[in-house]
């Protein structure tokens, strides 16, 4: 059964737009109904007493559990669904079970529909090869705390790009480092770090499908590592704890 709220608290406005926001909650579904995949994902941050939207990020919340929500609110987005909207935004699944919680439409319009920026292209469609000048080049594909889903719209569409890039230069060897961010962290008033074992499945799942995909063994080389420090990773989107959270995939001609 769900727990249907029928009031919001009140919740302040964000005095700065730029800021970054991490806590954890349980996930609240607002029933919307504008079409095909109009219905909102919020989240409420109990500390700073801020509902926020996370309908944006590319793994959307499971309503039966706690999510690890990091973003940053958006500048001047207008929200369709009753919260600050967070863009870039990431939500993790985890495993501590939760209520669930339902809104109804209260007046909010919800979000249509619009294909995300990272939208992987049919396989069918022949890709633009890359052009000269080549030199080594280093791909990250960046992944939900403490799981190696590759996600949807998101990891896809990043390794796709990794593999038209080796298939146009023919590199000598293909580095892929799983890393895992294994440095406790304080979050929501609780102690959150990656299982070091999850490095190793990162760096094995993409390694395994670069493999499907055409890269032959003797030119793999897989490696796994913890203790992950920030980096500027595309599919991160400038938010630094889920860069820590990644693959390389390392290019070398």
Known sequence: MFAVLLAAPA?????????????????????????????????????????????????KPDWNFEILVEGRIAADVASHCGGLVLEPVRS???????????????????NKFTLPPRNVRPLSEVRKAPEPPFADRTFHLVFDFDKAF??????????????????????????????????????????????????????????EALRRLGVPDEKLELRWKTSAQPVAAEGADGLAEPSRRRVDIEVKL
């Open 11 to 59: 919740f302040a406005a964000a005095a700065d737009t730029a800021e970054t926001v991490r806590f954890i909650t349980c996930p609240i579904y607002r029933d919307t109904d504008a079409g095909k995949k109009s219905g909102c994902w919020l989240a409420d941050d109990r500390a700073g007493g801020r509902r926020f939207d996370v309908s944006r990020a590319p793994s």
């Open 92 to 110: 993790s699944v985890l495993p501590t079970p939760c209520p669930r919680h339902m809104l109804p439409a209260e007046g909010f319009a919800g």
């Open 150 to 207: 590759i996600v949807y719209q998101l990891d896809d569409y990043l390794l796709d790009q990794a593999i038209t890039w080796i298939r146009g230069v023919n590199p000598t060897r293909v580095v892929v480092t799983g890393w895992a961010a294994t440095d406790p962290a304080e979050v929501s008033g609780r102690t959150i770090a990656e299982d070091p074992a999850i490095a190793r499945t990162r760096a094995e799942l993409v390694g």
